[in-house]
């Protein structure tokens, strides 16, 4: 589709000595500069208080971030954190659509005005550091550049001062930080003032019913920053360290990344928030005519289910014949990647512990990779290739040169990777043979994986990251970047246990997944693997199981965006679930437009998103552990068209408990502005395909 790109930018320098030009600008007669939204809403003040640099945040009248400190505490330098004088500043206003190369929405509006504060210490080194600040309609960022200067070259972050200063006790949504299992947690629910170290993204509701989101965007050369309560309902900025204490290695011309707060009136509005995007730099790949929005299936449930295994020998599961059966079925389905794990050599006995072992280019025997590509090729498919790290990155990056080609020249399209390990368990050597051991969202890390997307795009082979770093709108930048795992996703159903405090029962509680849209997901696609139909699957673990039922599994591929979606079950499953898998099949992964009907963090969703390829609208409702009713009206779908409404739907008894394989597809004649009526069971769901009919 041709798009048009609407651009205006306009740029008024404004010096510290003559009057504000903007009513998005002003100083105020004790020096403060405030820049406000374009639709007035949100306000950003900064402030010098005897040198130390402060901003502060409202909504309207309301305060949201109170003086909050800024600034750094440098190694072996003097902190860059007082002393300084406004050197000056200017305002900008931006006004931009630009087309997303994939994603939940085609044209995204960039529309901020900006304030850029050149600082200066005022004595001593006399060092520059300018603070840049956001205001958009739906939140603020803002962030640090440290110019090419004589007196800062090279240097060492071992604090970043940034504050966010609450001003009450909203209800919070988090995940805590620093852990073993990096971000593969439940999300509790509490005070602000019962958290401790969280990571991003971590979103709030006001007592006046204000969402709000902290998180980061455009993570490229920095640690990642998590946020700790220090006192009272302060949110510092607590950025990983490195093995020595250090938390960030830089030399100016430098940038941090953006510290985000997305505001919304309520919850679906974050969904549908692209703010994290615009603060990324634009797409840096030209020819993107090989990246393209897809599904795959692939040889990966099946170990999860312990019915065969990664390792070699009688129950291998990554068997030319297997890999055949999986392509067969993919090409009969029209689905285009049949992800292989376990193919290489390195899986015999305790892979996790230290992925050494692991041969990137060497199939197991009984793996012919060239011929079974070759097969996959031959029917329209693609193999989708599979590098376990074992987070032993050092090895990695002596063997993805050579196992990045070999890809490119077997036709892979798409590799997943992973980095399974200990929250703080990557190391790498230094000149004296020390091993240093690094945490998984360190700086260490994060160029790791700057490395990988950029080595991936030379081989135009696109990336689907597991146990990797939180995302943070890399994707608009680097767009064969496609979808992280980097959560709790679909596997902990197969063999995942609770979390004390939150949930008693195995794998994600029914509620998991109502949390994800508001949490995790706003940082950007997650390969959460749905697609399980045979939700019991007794024969293989029968005390685990899928926590919802068939419907609101299916409804998952509306709700969860991922331009890589799985169809995670087996094809044995899907054969004997064809109704349901027609649903799979249909939706696609690529969207026109996404807009949320409704929504309560936790509770319920209900997501519309219209293909980027045709006239079809597809619905994905979902609930908790209860049952719910909703009317909508059909005020979403495109006027003048007639659909046929290809409902996917609980039946009248079904319940996760109970009847979980409670199941209905039937189909009605709509059009824009009719009502219709959602139904869900407990721990149920909708899905729904408007296909238009021409
Ligand atoms: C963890 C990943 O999340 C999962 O998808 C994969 O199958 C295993 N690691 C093995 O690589």
């Known amino acids: ?68 400190r800024l600034g750094f505490e440098l190694q072996d330098m003097e902190d860059l954190k007082d002393g300084f004088v406004i050197e000056s500043y200017n305002f900008n206003q931006h006004d931009e659509t630009w087309e997303q190369v994939w994603g939940e929405k085609q044209l995204i509006r960039d529309h901020h005005n900006e304030m850029r504060i050149h600082l200066k210490e005022e004595f001593g080194l006399e060092r ?64 602000v003032s019962e958290i401790d170290t969280v990571i991003t993204p971590l979103t709030m509701r006001t007592d006046e019913g204000l969402y709000l989101s902290f998180h980061e965007a455009a993570l490229v050369d920095y640690s990642t920053m998590t946020l700790e309560r220090t006192d009272g309902l302060t949110l510092y900025s607590n950025i990983q360290p490195w093995h020595d204490g250090v938390r960030v290695r830089a030399k100016t011309p430098f940038v941090t990344p953006w510290r985000t707060l997305q505001i919304a009136e309520n919850p679906g509005d974050l969904i549908t928030s692209y703010l994290i995007l615009n603060l990324n730099e634009p797409n840096k790949i030209e020819d993107t005519s090989w990246i393209e929005p897809a599904k795959y299936v692939g040889i990966w449930w099946e170990m ?59 199939p197991y025997p009984d793996f012919d990779l060239h011929g079974v590509a070759q097969y996959a090729l031959d029917k329209g498919v693609r193999l989708m290739g599979h590098h376990e790290t074992s987070a032993s990155v050092e090895h990695y990056e002596s063997q993805m040169h050579e196992a990045y080609q070999l ?88 063999w995942g246990w609770g979390e004390e405090g ?84 249909d939706v696609p992964t690529d969207w026109y437009d996404t807009k949320v009907l409704h929504a309560s963090v936790g509770e319920y969703v209900t997501i519309v998103r219209k293909d980027r390829n045709s006239n079809d609208w597809y619905l994905g409702s979902i609930t908790d552990e209860e049952a719910r009713e909703f009317s909508i009206l059909l005020d979403f779908l495109d006027e003048g068209v007639s659909y046929t409404a290809q409902i996917y739907r609980d039946s009248d008894d079904a319940d996760w408990v109970s009847n979980p394989y409670g199941f209905v597809v039937e189909e009605v004649d709509v059009k824009a502005g009719d009502e219709f009526l959602i139904k869900l069971a407990p721990g149920g769901g909708m899905a729904v395909r408007f296909m238009a009919v021409e």
């Open 128 to 191: 520059d550091l300018f603070i840049v600040f956001r205001a958009f309609d739906d939140g603020i960022g803002f962030r640090y550049e440290f110019p090419d200067q004589p007196n800062l070259q090279e240097f060492n972050i071992v604090d970043e001062f940034t504050e966010f200063t609450l001003t009450a006790d909203h209800k919070a949504w988090w995940i805590g930080a620093y852990q073993w299992n990096r971000y593969e947690y439940l999300t509790r629910t509490s005070y």
């Open 502 to 585: 939150v949930w008693d029962g195995n794998g994600n509680p029914p509620n998991h997944v109502l949390l994800l849209p508001f949490t995790r997901n706003l940082s950007g696609p997650f390969d959460y693997t749905p697609g399980i139909v045979d939700l019991l699957f007794e024969e293989y673990r029968p005390e685990h199981r899928v926590n919802h039922t068939l419907a609101k599994e299916l409804a998952l591929y509306v709700v969860i965006y991922s331009p890589l979606h799985m169809a995670a079950d087996l094809p044995q499953n899907y054969k004997e679930r064809l109704d349901a898998f027609q649903f799979i099949k």
């Open 1 to 68: 589709m041709r798009y048009i790109v609407f651009l205006f930018i306009a740029a008024f320098l404004i010096s510290c000595s003559t009057e504000s030009t903007s009513p998005f600008f002003e100083v105020d007669s004790d020096g403060s500069l405030k820049l406000s939204s374009p639709d007035g809403d949100n306000t950003i003040t900064f402030l010098l208080d005897d040198g130390i640099p402060y901003y502060a945040v409202d909504r309207g009248e309301m305060a949201i971030i109170t003086n909050s």
């Open 407 to 494: 890809y490119e020249d077997l036709g892979v399209r798409a590799v997943k990777t992973g980095y399974v390990g200990h929250g703080q368990e990557i190391f790498w050597t230094d000149e004296d043979g020390n091993r240093n051991y690094e945490w998984h969202h360190g700086q260490h890390m994060v160029r790791h994986h700057q490395k990988v997307v950029e080595l991936a795009a030379q081989h135009k082979i696109l990336l689907n990251v597991h146990e990797g770093v939180k995302d943070t709108g890399l994707r608009r930048t680097w767009p064969n970047l496609m979808t992280r795992e980097v959560a709790r996703g679909q596997e902990y159903n197969a």
């Open 304 to 362: 999860h289910l312990d019915k065969s295994t990664w390792g070699s020998g009688e129950r291998h599961g990554a068997t030319t014949e297997n890999a055949k059966r999986y392509i067969d079925f993919a090409a009969e389905h029209g689905i285009p990647h049949v992800l292989v794990e376990g193919w290489n050599i390195g899986w015999d006995g305790e892979w996790y512990a230290d992925g050494v072992v692991f041969d990137f280019t060497e």
